[in-house]
């Protein structure tokens, strides 16, 4: 049976309203599809990005606190250093004025002939020369011979051994010093120098450690002690 113009016309209609139909959801289904992916690979984006941006700032966290303890440490051993620098000006004025004291020494002559009798001996028995030259303060020339002629029998007796003592009459010691002397043995290269300052500084530098810790208290970082 043929069919009419209306008929396979409406055939056709139908076949296009299917196709239409087709299309239409075939082009939903590519949409839906493309926009699922497109959120997926926004989500991975923004997420590798989010990384990014937290590994960044994690790195400057650590700049930072690493700078931090960089200025700590300099802050601590700056402050280190001015309280040693403190404490070192403290002891330097001390000696300052230790050594400032020792003119007044001399002024008591009575104390001061017992004094240069101890350095004279002293000198003696530290070179144990059969020669020896004394070297002293202009002003102090009588006070070290009256030292000499009482020392030589000492010397003499506890050591069973002859000494000659010469007293330097033309290179005096400084009258700027407060006092004491120097002992040469013959040839003039082995020195005891036992002038007051030279006491004071030996003194100082064997006594340091106490006097540290009376001024500062013990030293807690110190791990061994004598």
């Given at each position: 049976m043929a069919l009419s113009d209306a008929d396979v016309k409406k055939q056709i209609k139908h076949m296009m309203a299917f196709i239409e139909q087709e299309a239409s959801e075939k082009a939903e289904e590519i949409d839906s599809k493309a926009e699922e992916e497109f959120n997926i690979e926004k989500g991975r984006l923004v997420q590798m990005q989010r990384l990014k941006i937290l590994e960044y700032y994690g790195k400057k966290e650590k700049q930072i606190e690493q700078q931090k303890k960089i200025q700590m440490s300099n802050l601590m051993?700056?402050?280190?250093?001015?309280?040693?620098?403190?404490?070192?000006?403290?002891?330097i004025d001390l000696?300052?004025?230790?050594?400032?004291?020792?003119?007044?020494?001399?002024?008591?002559?009575?104390?001061?002939?017992?004094?240069l009798d101890g350095l004279l001996l002293q000198g003696f028995y530290q070179l144990l020369e059969p020669k020896v030259t004394i070297r002293c303060r202009k002003q102090d020339v009588d006070m070290v011979k009256a030292a000499v002629q009482k020392n030589i029998p000492i010397f003499k007796a506890a050591t069973k051994s002859n000494i000659e003592v010469?007293?330097?009459q033309e290179s005096f010691l400084s009258p700027s010093i407060s006092g004491g002397v120097e002992v040469?043995?013959?040839?003039?290269?082995?020195?005891?120098?036992?002038?007051?300052?030279?006491?004071?500084?030996?003194?100082?530098?064997?006594?340091?450690?106490?006097?540290?810790?009376?001024?500062?208290?013990?030293?807690l970082n110190r791990k061994f002690k004598d």
């Open positions: 051993n700056q402050a280190r250093l001015r309280v040693l620098k403190a404490r070192d000006d403290m002891i000696m300052s004025e230790a050594r400032q004291r020792l003119s007044n020494i001399a002024k008591d002559s009575v104390k001061y002939q017992t004094l010469n007293i330097d040469y043995n013959s040839n003039g290269k082995i020195k005891v120098a036992n002038t007051l300052e030279s006491r004071l500084d030996l003194l100082a530098q064997q006594m340091m450690p106490d006097i540290r810790v009376t001024l500062f208290g013990p030293n």
